[in-house]
């Protein structure tokens, strides 16, 4: 008597379908992650966020050292 059954929570979510309706909810939705996600970044500190990687292109003219190898095919 003091849980609700899975009957009881179909129909609290049909009547809130009805009353709210889907784009409503879904919009409600996704500000809920934003908002989420939003307080994540705010807690964390300085230290804790992750520092952009500055990626490394060869200067034009530089030579790039390296080994080529052939490959062989075996006939059987």
Do not use: C
């Not at 379908?17 to 994540?40: E, M």
């Amino acid at each position: 008597m003091g849980s609700l059954s899975i009957w009881h929570w179909l129909i609290v979510l049909v009547v809130v379908v009805l009353i709210f309706g889907t784009k409503k909810l879904r919009n409600l939705g996704g500000d809920l992650g934003s908002a989420v996600k939003g307080f994540k970044d705010g807690m964390m500190s300085e230290d804790d966020k992750p520092q952009p990687q500055a990626e490394i292109h060869p200067a034009a003219g530089q030579t790039i050292e390296g080994e080529v190898k052939k490959e062989t095919q075996s006939k059987v």
